[in-house]
């Protein structure tokens, strides 16, 4: 299996190096926990992550899903070993979020 994570979790420790991180949060998923956006020098994280095959698209959301579909068609997805994606992809660990508007160095 390809190690997906440790290569993401690497691409994205290197681009938050590269400056300040805000984030906006822009509402609630069905689990009640906040989901916005984050960036790092005009770089829209997620998509970053989407966009190199390092992340998934949340599909109840038309967010991301070009990017996801333009790596596949690169073939640069997770899924080039055997991807198992989880059912509850989209938890996020809630201490580890902040339920203001807007957060800085993330």
């Given at each position: 299996m390809w190690p997906c994570g440790r290569?993401?979790?690497?691409?994205?420790?290197h681009l938050i190096a590269t400056g300040d991180v805000s984030c906006t949060i822009e509402g609630k998923d069905r689990y009640d926990n906040d989901v916005g956006v984050c960036f790092v020098g005009g770089i829209d994280l997620g998509r970053d992550l989407v966009k190199h095959?390092?992340?998934?698209?949340?599909?109840?959301?038309?967010?991301?899903?070009?990017?996801e579909r333009e790596a596949g068609l690169r073939?640069?997805?997770?899924?080039?070993?055997?991807?198992?994606?989880?059912?509850?992809?989209?938890?996020?660990?809630?201490?580890?979020?902040?339920?203001?508007g807007e957060r800085k160095n993330a």
């Open positions: 290569y993401a979790r690497d691409h994205i420790r095959g390092l992340a998934v698209a949340d599909k109840q959301t038309p967010r991301y899903l070009a990017e073939n640069v997805t997770c899924g080039q070993g055997t991807l198992s994606i989880p059912a509850n992809i989209d938890r996020v660990d809630a201490d580890r979020c902040s339920s203001a």
